[in-house]
Every structure is written in structure tokens, then in C-alpha cells.
């Protein structure tokens, strides 16, 4: 099975900051990489899929990076309605990273 | 615009089965797939399984395989899942989602609104 591990498990920032989250594949998966937001008691919402399409909907502060096993989630500006946990995805056989909380400083 | 609307919500009893339903609206039912996510409390997602309803081909994560069932009904464009042998760590939110196929990658998009699955004696 490919492992998602995701980097880190929580952070604390401010509106305003830019966050980068990050997510390594135990093994090569190209571009099939999907970023998904989930604030508490909602179904997750995808924010990028194929690792760096934005989904129609969602902010341009957003955006996704990478190949291979290394991947990277980018808020350019944090701003209040983000604070939420984000999880990878790793579309071939659909396994997700364990998360990261992103928390008010 | 595909909407996914589920089940209520489930007590069950250890060693007992859940069926939880996921009707879709808005597009042409066999023209996607949908796969199931659970997420127990405080804890992160895991995939379960998918079926392709067109081709009524299933795919189950090798941890729920033997007790996970996925089904469809297209006269009436619900997707079920069936999880036998319950147990208190079954305990968690059930998710169904459009497993986006058709593109060269794969993505879910949307999502249902959750069932929760309470397995209690």
C-alpha cells in the first residue's frame, strides 16, 4: 500500500500568513495528488486535484505543487475561514495523509 | 451539478450489520463512480471501498474486505453500504463521494453530508 504522510500534524498561524503544508507518497504517484479542506462537523471540500488544478470554486490564495513523492499545499495569505484541517490524498489508490489541523495563533 | 444526500443517522449493536444509503441527483448516476470514507472521532479519513455502477465493479481497501459491501440501484441512482461484524471502533462518520474517473486523474468531488454510525451495546 502507499503510505501518505503529511507534514505537520497541526500549526499555529496567523490571518494573513502565508502556510505551507507538505506531503510525501512512500512511492512515486506522479501528479495523482488532491488536497482536501474539512472544518469541524463538514464533509471535506476539494480544494486541488491532480496536484495543482485549482477546483472551480476555490480562492487563488490556494494552491498545490509537486511530482513524484513530494507535494506541497500553499495558502498564500491565511485568511479566517481557512483555519480547518487539511488532508492529501494520493489518487491511485485513493489512501489519505493523516492530516493537518491549521490553528489561530 | 451532482449532489449526494445520505442516510440517517445509526445505533447499532456489536456483531450487528449497518446499511447506509447514498442518493445522488443532478447527473446521470452510472457515469461516475462513488466511493465510501469513514472517519471515526477526532481521527482522519480512510477509504473503504468504491463501485463503478456502470460497470457494477467494486474495489474494497484490503482492511474492510470480507465486511464491507458496496451496492447500487440505478432505477434509483442510490449507492449502499453494507458494513457486517460491527464493532465499537466502527464508531465513525460515513462519507460517500463521487469518485471522478473520467479525467486522466482521479478526484472526490462532491461529497455526501456524512452518516454517523454509533455501534453500542
Known amino acids: 500500500d502507499i503510505q501518505m504522510t503529511q507534514s505537520p500534524s497541526s500549526l499555529s498561524a496567523s490571518v494573513g500568513d502565508r502556510v505551507t503544508i507538505t506531503c510525501r507518497a512512500s512511492q512515486t504517484i506522479s501528479r495523482f495528488l488532491n488536497w482536501y479542506q474539512q472544518k469541524p462537523g463538514k464533509a471535506p471540500k476539494l480544494l486541488i486535484y491532480a496536484a495543482s488544478s485549482l477546483q472551480s470554486g476555490v480562492p487563488s490564495r490556494f494552491s498545490g505543487s509537486g511530482s513524484g513523492t513530494d507535494f506541497t499545499l500553499t495558502i498564500s495569505s491565511l485568511q479566517p475561514e481557512d483555519f480547518a484541517t487539511y488532508y492529501c490524498?494520493?489518487?491511485?489508490?485513493?489512501?489519505f495523509g493523516q492530516g493537518t489541523k491549521v490553528e489561530i495563533k | 451539478q451532482v449532489q449526494l444526500v445520505q442516510s440517517g443517522a445509526e445505533v447499532m449493536k456489536p456483531g450487528s450489520s449497518v446499511k447506509v444509503s447514498c442518493k445522488a441527483s443532478g447527473d446521470t448516476f452510472s457515469s461516475y463512480a462513488i466511493s465510501w470514507v469513514r472517519q471515526a472521532p477526532g481521527q482522519g479519513l480512510e477509504w473503504m471501498g468504491g463501485?463503478?455502477?456502470?460497470?457494477?465493479?467494486?474495489n474494497y481497501a484490503q482492511k474492510f474486505q470480507g465486511r464491507v459491501t458496496i451496492t447500487t440501484d440505478e432505477s434509483t441512482s442510490t449507492a449502499y453500504m453494507e458494513l457486517s461484524s460491527l464493532r465499537s471502533d466502527d464508531t465513525a462518520v460515513y462519507y460517500c463521494?463521487?469518485?471522478?474517473?473520467?479525467?486522466?486523474?482521479?478526484?472526490?468531488?462532491?461529497w455526501g453530508q456524512g452518516t454517523l454510525v454509533t455501534v453500542s451495546s
Open positions: 463521494a463521487r469518485d471522478e474517473i473520467s479525467a486522466e486523474y482521479n478526484w472526490f468531488d462532491p
Open positions: 490524498q494520493q489518487s491511485y489508490s485513493r489512501t
Open positions: 463501485i463503478i455502477p456502470i460497470f457494477g465493479t467494486t
